[in-house]
């Protein structure tokens, strides 16, 4: 039985379901899900969680994220991408300064028209099949936060080069779309713009020295060896040991005494053998658990 993380370099062409679909017969478990979506363009860290690691796609899914991005001024298109097809060209006149004079509206906490073409559901339909059925509907903004965006010197290893070609390092919360995020950095140069390239390359804690390749994963001889354990997930809190009556307590899902040497906070809790039990919250020496990861 397989359980825990593998964090994936996904190739581009692939959907994140793909990749799921793939590992469940590579590992053979049926319990696989991923922790942020790429679209299929996308290259990079993809957090993949097999077995009971599952329990932790949703804290995944919170974490700060990283990219690397080309910026293609000049084009529009209608999937804010060089994947869609192109609804208006424009004369592009800008420098370095006035595209660093825009990013500078773009840093913080910022509003975000989700695109058309996003899984994103409105009356119980995914928005890209309403745009495939050349249907545009109004789509409430969301408001994200852009922790840092800053222009690179080169391509990165892989991307297009070309005239009206610049790349943007971005690290922002969950639910940004980069791809609006370069739409909008065109419309506000008044040019236009569409993403031309992405690369994630860390989702929370997981970067992309941690990846594996589809190819290194069914090149091993044992893809389960590859796995990191769930814990990981979660190395920002303080590990914590439980016995006696506050491990059995735990087990049991009930309301568990922290040792009186831990303060107020989130904690990884352990078993005596170093079995990671669960993620919990102390208040007042009383643990209780937020999210179980032991075998029942």
């Given at each position: 039985m397989a359980n825990g993380v593998l964090i994936i370099d996904k190739p581009s062409g692939w959907t994140s379901m793909d990749i799921c679909a793939k590992l469940r017969g590579i590992l053979r478990e049926k319990r696989v899900g991923h922790g942020g979506t790429l679209d299929p363009m996308a290259t990079g860290v993809l957090p993949v969680f097999a077995g009971r690691a599952t329990r932790a796609v949703e804290f995944a899914v919170e974490g700060e994220k990283?990219?690397?991005?080309?910026l293609r001024l000049g084009v529009i298109t209608n999937t804010q991408d060089t994947t869609g097809q192109v609804e208006e060209t424009r004369p592009v006149h800008v420098d370095r300064?006035?595209?660093?004079?825009?990013?500078e509206h773009f840093r913080g906490e910022i509003a975000q028209i989700p695109p058309?073409?996003?899984?994103i559901k409105i009356q119980g339909k995914k928005?890209?099949?309403l745009a495939r059925a050349g249907q545009?509907?109004?789509r409430t903004p969301r408001r994200v936060t852009i922790h840092s965006l800053e222009v690179q010197e080169k391509a990165p290893a892989g991307f297009p080069e070309g005239e009206n070609l610049w790349y943007l390092r971005v690290t922002c919360s969950k639910g940004t779309y980069v791809r609006t995020l370069c739409h909008d950095i065109g419309a506000a140069l008044g040019c236009g713009g569409c993403m031309a390239a992405l690369r994630r390359t860390r989702v929370g804690d997981y970067g992309l020295e941690r990846a594996v390749t589809l190819e290194q994963l069914q090149a091993a001889e044992d893809p389960a060896g590859l796995l990191l354990p769930v814990d990981s997930c979660f190395f920002g809190h303080d590990a914590v040991?439980?016995?006696g009556r506050a491990l059995r307590q735990a087990r049991n899902g009930a309301p568990f005494p922290c040792p009186s040497s831990v303060p107020d906070g989130i904690y990884r809790f352990y078993g005596p053998g170093g079995e990671f039990l669960l993620l919990g919250r102390c208040v007042k020496g009383?643990?209780?658990t937020i999210k179980s990861f032991f075998e029942v």
């Open positions: 990283e990219y690397l991005a080309a300064a006035a595209l660093e004079g825009a990013l058309m073409y996003s899984a928005l890209y099949q545009e509907v109004e040991e439980l016995e009383t643990g209780t």
